[in-house]
């Protein structure tokens, strides 16, 4: 599976009219190209960022829905005067998920890390083996992990049922982040956010 992240940021105020945009813009155009696998919105109501991701089957379906992207991402940019900050793509490497649906109002925390082109590899082992001491914290609900092999980017994001739940979990997962920044060869930058909207299709079962 591929994803396409969008991040962008307008005044914290206009967060409400940037999930009701997600959902009557972007997620109707996204749910008619083909290979669409789901979609989730993260916010910062404080910051005003917000980031839009949308899941695909393969490579081919992320490449053929670029307009569709560029179209959206316009509009939803004009209607609540948000600065478009980062498009980027990954090959998702990791989907670890608690038992349930994926579901929406929970909360997430998201590391963001460069690793240099030889080591990527060795960080998705290394963050694999060590997938299940984070699924067993307290109301962890995903683990997940993407990658762009020609730049090195790298994104961990981990699912958390309550905010509390999260913070709770800092002290458990600060040891873990610091020894996933030295297999990549660089520290990650750590933020958090709600997640907003949540949607997810189960893929189709092989034959």
Known sequence: MYVRITGVKSAPDRIEQGIANFEQQVLPAARQQPGYMGAALLVNRDTGEATGVTYWESL??????????????????????????????FEMVMAERAAGEAKSHTFARVNELYAEPGRIDELIVFMRDNAPAVMQQKGCRALLMGVNRMTGRCFVNSIWETAADREASEAAVTGLRKKAGEVAGGQARVTLGEVAFVELKQPAPRV
């Open 60 to 89: 081919d379906a992320l490449n053929a829905s670029e307009q569709m992207g560029i179209q959206v991402r316009t509009q939803a940019a004009g209607s609540m005067e948000a600065d478009v900050l980062d498009v980027d793509r």
